[in-house]
C-alpha cells in the first residue's frame, strides 16, 4: 500500500543552520506530494506541494523536488529562524488533489537562538 | 488561507458516553470534511471523507457504526464517537475543502479526545 517515511525527531538546530528533513515515498503511479507545518496550538498549513515528478515546491525559504528515482520529498532550508519551530509533516495523495491524503508522523523541529 | 474551527480543542468524558466533535469553515463553502485520527508519535490516519448531503465514506478499518459523521450543511461536520471506551482515546483533526478535495483542504486544530 501507500505510505510515507519521514525522519525521527527532534531535530534540534542553532538559528542561521541548515535544515534537511528527509522523507520518502511508497505509492503507485504518480502522487502529489506535500508538506505541511503545525506550529503549537494551530492547525495544519500547507507549506508546499508538487504534483509531478521533478517538480520543486518553495515557500518561505523552504524548498522540496520530487524525486521519482529515488522516492523521496526531502524538505530544505538553507537558514531556519526560531519561528520555524514547529512539527513538520510529509503527506502524498495518489487519489488526486487533496483527497485520501497519507502522512508521516511528523518531525518535530526545535530551532534556538 | 481559509479558516477550519473545530471544537471543542479538548474533552474528557466517562466510558460508555458519546462525544461529539464539531467542524465548522467560518469563511468558505466546504463541499468535502475529511476526519483523520492521530495516535501519540505516530501519523494522521484518514478515518472518512464526508460530502455534503451525502453519506460518509468510511476508511478501511473504521467502524461507521462507532464514528458518525454527519455533514448536513456546507459549513458544518460532526463526528460523534459513540459508546466511547478508553482506546478510542486519541487526537481528532479534521479538514475541508471547498471542491471536493481538489483544492486545497485547510485543518481544524484538532480535538483531544480522552475516554476514562
Known amino acids: 500500500g501507500n505510505s510515507v517515511t519521514q525522519m525521527e525527531g527532534p531535530v534540534t538546530l542553532s538559528e542561521e543552520a541548515f535544515l534537511t528533513i528527509n522523507c520518502t515515498y511508497t505509492?503507485?503511479?504518480?502522487?502529489?506530494l506535500f508538506w505541511y507545518v503545525q506550529y503549537p496550538g494551530e492547525g495544519l498549513q500547507l507549506l508546499l506541494k508538487?504534483?509531478?515528478?521533478?517538480d520543486k515546491g518553495s515557500n518561505k525559504g523552504f524548498e522540496a523536488t520530487y524525486r521519482k528515482e529515488t522516492t523521496s520529498f526531502h524538505l530544505e532550508k538553507g537558514s531556519v529562524q526560531v519561528s520555524d519551530s514547529a512539527v513538520y509533516f510529509c503527506a502524498l495523495s495518489a487519489s488526486g488533489g487533496y483527497n485520501k491524503l497519507i502522512f508521516g508522523a511528523g518531525t518535530r523541529l526545535a530551532v534556538h537562538p | 488561507g481559509a479558516v477550519v474551527s473545530q471544537h471543542p480543542s479538548w474533552v474528557i468524558c466517562k466510558s460508555g458516553t458519546s462525544v461529539k466533535i464539531e467542524c465548522r469553515s467560518l469563511d468558505f463553502q466546504a463541499t468535502t470534511m475529511f476526519w483523520y485520527r492521530q495516535f501519540p508519535k505516530q501519523s494522521l490516519m484518514l478515518m472518512a471523507t464526508?460530502?455534503?448531503?451525502?453519506?460518509?465514506?468510511?476508511e478501511q478499518g473504521v467502524e461507521k457504526d462507532k464514528f458518525l459523521i454527519n455533514h448536513a450543511s456546507l459549513t458544518l461536520s460532526t463526528l460523534t464517537v459513540t459508546s466511547a471506551h478508553p482506546e478510542d482515546s486519541s487526537f481528532y483533526i479534521c479538514?475541508?475543502?471547498?471542491?471536493?478535495?481538489?483544492?486545497?483542504?485547510?485543518f481544524g486544530q484538532g480535538t483531544r479526545l480522552t475516554v476514562v
Open positions: 505509492a503507485t503511479g504518480y502522487p502529489s
Open positions: 464526508s460530502n455534503e448531503g451525502s453519506k460518509a465514506t468510511y
Open positions: 479538514s475541508a475543502s471547498e471542491s471536493r478535495g481538489n483544492t486545497e483542504a485547510f
Open positions: 508538487a504534483t509531478k515528478a521533478d
